[in-house]
């Protein structure tokens, strides 16, 4: 191996330089103060706000495709709105179709003869309905990229249109968006469809083979697990169960009744209520494993859509939520006394349940 070559004083003071460049940037790194003088922290990014965030979300969710064709393709709620849109909207109405996504509805209204349909999103999807729209050659659709609360209009309109409903009805801000465009937009004794919804909260049996107890109920080959009692979570997600299929539910232990009926012709945000108060009477023995939340909206005594995961006729595309409740088993005519208080509407999460139990008297 040939030996090194003598350095030079050049190369010498360059690496001298290097050797103190390091150590700057060693001392910079790890002290604070000089770190932060050099290397100032970025701006922290303005946190959103709940609706900003909720709006992001739809804004992405309801901008694919797969999305679209699961509405798209449930019959039950597309001959519904069909139905209504053909009994209600008059030729030469003017309408908003609020949350137009592939302006389907908007179409349906501008084939009955609307003479001027606002369909409005902020979604991505606009720019397809603005496609699918030229395909078809429909008609008098304006489509506006806007949230309908900073919708403006020359003029009100007759009929707001809308599909607003979430899996438990309120969670996609219904009440709040259409008072709102009812308050400023719809001319007096204008139409909202659909306007009318019932909301259920029922006791359920899961069917056996998918049932899943909570943690601390569980014995696992002689593993007992009864002291996980001790670390319920708090997170109140645990809680709920969102579902769709119809295989889940066994059945309902009493006779389905709305426990909240809402007009939105009529209905103020405020008028909800934070607490709700129902009893049922149990006409079916068994574990109570949970309330079923669904709901049932209405535009004719006729004319009707279901999300309950009994109805072999509901739309396919709400599911349904399971409210979980602690072991429980119910007998025919036990009497359950139900508390459901809401800290907000739109937010499941918020929601809390409790029920007290009046078992069926024993018959001499």
Known sequence: MPSPSPRSPWTAFLESLRRLRGKLTARLLFNERLNSWVYP??????????????????????????????????KPRMDFYHAAIGRHIKPGDRVIDLGTG????????????????????HSVILEHAKTLAAHN??????????????????????????EQMGDYLFDEDMVVNITDLRERLL??????????????????????????????DMNVHGIDYSCMDRE????????????????????????????????????????????LHFTRTITRSGRFDGYVVYFRAMVDDDLTLNSSPLDPGRA?????????????????GDVIDITLTIGNWPEVTSWRWKHVKSPCPVSA
């Not at 970025?42 to 739809?58: H, L, M």
């Not at 599911?319 to 602690?326: A, K």
Request: charged share 30%; hydrophobic share 40%.
């Open 232 to 275: 319920r979570p708090q997170d109140p997600h645990y809680y709920h169960i969102p579902a769709a299929d119809l295989g889940y539910v066994d059945y309902l232990l009493s006779a389905p009744s709305p426990v909240l009926t809402i007009d939105l012709q009529t209905l103020r945000a405020d008028d909800l209520p934070k607490e």
């Open 102 to 121: 592939t302006g389907i509805l908007a179409a349906f209204a501008s084939r009955r003869g609307a003479a001027k349909v606002y369909a409005i999103d």
């Open 41 to 74: 922290a970025p701006e922290p990014a303005a946190e959103q706000t709940k609706d900003e965030r909720y709006r992001d979300f739809n804004r992405s969710y309801f901008a694919q495709f797969y999305e679209q064709e699961k509405m798209l393709a449930d």
């Open 137 to 162: 050659r429909i008609e008098n659709v304006e489509f506006v990229s806007t949230h309908s609360k900073d919708l403006k209009l020359d003029a009100p309109v007759d009929v707001i249109l809308h």
């Open 187 to 216: 001319k007096p004794g204008g139409l909202i469809l659909p306007a009318r919804f019932e909301l259920f909260c029922e006791p359920a049996k899961i069917r056996d083979t998918r049932f899943v107890p909570h943690i601390w």
């Open 316 to 332: 396919t595309n709400w599911g349904y939520r399971i409210l979980r409740t602690d072991r429980d088993f119910l007998t025919e």
